[in-house]
Structure formats: structure tokens, C-alpha cells
T-cell receptor
Framework: DAKTTQPNSMESNEEEPVHLPCNHS???????IHWYRQLPSQGPEYVIH???SNVNNRMASLAIAEDRKSSTLILHRATLRDAAVYYC?????????????FGSGTQLTVLP | DAGITQSPRHKVTETGTPVTLRCHQT?????MYWYRQDPGHGLRLIHY???????DKGEVSDGYSVSRSKTEDFLLTLESATSSQTSVYFC??????????????FGNGTRLTVT
């Protein structure tokens, strides 16, 4: 199974950028990189995904290394509402649901 | 919201009793999933469905069964609940027709306690 590795926790100050790293050294050429976040007492929420190129949306940016063995989720200005667990997962190209495997994620704390 | 409703939101049951959790979607998506979430384990896939009456096992399927008789409903059944099945259960849907890379959308979960 293609797996991801993330730090257990990170802290950021409010209104500063946050860079959340993810290692996925066993990624295959057509596996997509997805990021989700989970706020307390809620289900996970989709944030962003990408394959090779950097991606931007209204929530965040995703920077993917050239060799695709790592990626970084960038929150440009952290707010208190961004405090959550952030999950980096790989969605393999075969589409098998068995491979939609969540790791333990990174707990992001945003300090006022 | 992605049009996903889980019921009940909370349930307390006794060991050995059957329990059924329901996931209802209004999006007409083919793919539906059941995950459980426990401290220290993240989210783990129990079962999934890729269409009406088409289901398959995930990584932690023992002790669980599922049924999907309509596109909009995906039921998770614990035939004889055990304390190890105390958990938060999440349903998710995915619009597979949008491609292999389409994201999951999750419900708000069902907190199940087995005493």
C-alpha cells in the first residue's frame, strides 16, 4: 500500500502562513495526492488534491516536489478556524477504495 | 454540505445486540463508504459500495455487514455488537464519474457506544 508520513503536530500563529509537510516516497506515477482536514466533532473535509503540478484553491495551495515523493499543504494566512487535524492521503489510479487509507494526520494548533 | 445524512447521531447499546447505522445521500453518487475512527488509528475503511447491491470489504470488515438496496442508502450492521466496536462511524460518498481523482465527502458521523 502506498503510505504517507506526517508530523504528529504543528503550531502556527494566527495570520501567518503554515506549511504542512507530507512524505510519500512509495507513490506511483499516477497516484493523486489528496488533503483533508477534520475539525473537532466533524467529519473530514476535502481541502485540495493534485498529481504533479502545484495547485491552488480558495482554501489552500498544494506544492508537490518534482520527484513527487513529498508534498506540502500551504495555508496562506492561518486563522483560529483552521485548527484541525490535516490528513495527507494517496488516491491510487486504479480507483480501488481499499487504498483510500488515512494516516494519523497532523494536529495543527493555531495560536492567537 | 454534500447531502449526506447519518442516523442516528449517537447510540448506546449493549454487548450482543444488533445495531444498524444508516447513511443517506441526495447526490446520486455511485460510491459510498463506511469508516470508523478510533484514537491512535485514524480513519479505517470498513466496507464500501460501488453501486446498488455491489459492495466490498475494507481493511477492518470483521464483525460488520453492509447492504445497499437503493442508490441513496448504505446501511452498516453490527450483527452482535462488541465493546471493541465502540467508535465514531463516518459515511462518505464519492462521485466516481468525475474521475479517479474525485474527492470524498463525509457525513458528520455516528458515535456508537457498546456497553
Amino acid at each position: 500500500d502506498a503510505k504517507t508520513t506526517q508530523p504528529n503536530s504543528m503550531e502556527s500563529n494566527e495570520e501567518e502562513p503554515v506549511h504542512l509537510p507530507c512524505n510519500h516516497s512509495t507513490i506511483s506515477g499516477t497516484d493523486y495526492i489528496h488533503w483533508y482536514r477534520q475539525l473537532p466533532s466533524q467529519g473530514p473535509e476535502y481541502v485540495i488534491h493534485g498529481l504533479t503540478s502545484n495547485v491552488n484553491n480558495r482554501m489552500a495551495s498544494l506544492a508537490i516536489a518534482e520527484d513527487r515523493k513529498s508534498s506540502t499543504l500551504i495555508l496562506h494566512r492561518a486563522t483560529l478556524r483552521d485548527a484541525a487535524v490535516y490528513y495527507c492521503i494517496l488516491l491510487i489510479s486504479s480507483g480501488s477504495a481499499r487504498q483510500l487509507t488515512f494516516g494519523s494526520g497532523t494536529q495543527l494548533t493555531v495560536l492567537p | 454540505d454534500a447531502g449526506i445524512t447519518q442516523s442516528p447521531r449517537h447510540k448506546v447499546t449493549e454487548t450482543g445486540t444488533p445495531v444498524t447505522l444508516r447513511c443517506h445521500q441526495t447526490e446520486n453518487h455511485r460510491y459510498m463508504y463506511w469508516y470508523r475512527q478510533d484514537p491512535g488509528h485514524g480513519l479505517r475503511l470498513i466496507h464500501y459500495s460501488y453501486g446498488v447491491k455491489d459492495t466490498d470489504k475494507g481493511e477492518v470488515s470483521d464483525g460488520y455487514s453492509v447492504s445497499r438496496s437503493k442508490t441513496e442508502d448504505f446501511l452498516l450492521t453490527l450483527e452482535s455488537a462488541t465493546s471493541s466496536q465502540t467508535s465514531v462511524y463516518f459515511c462518505a460518498i464519492r462521485d466516481r464519474e468525475r474521475g479517479y481523482n474525485s474527492p470524498l465527502h463525509f457525513g458528520n458521523g455516528t458515535r456508537l457506544t457498546v456497553t
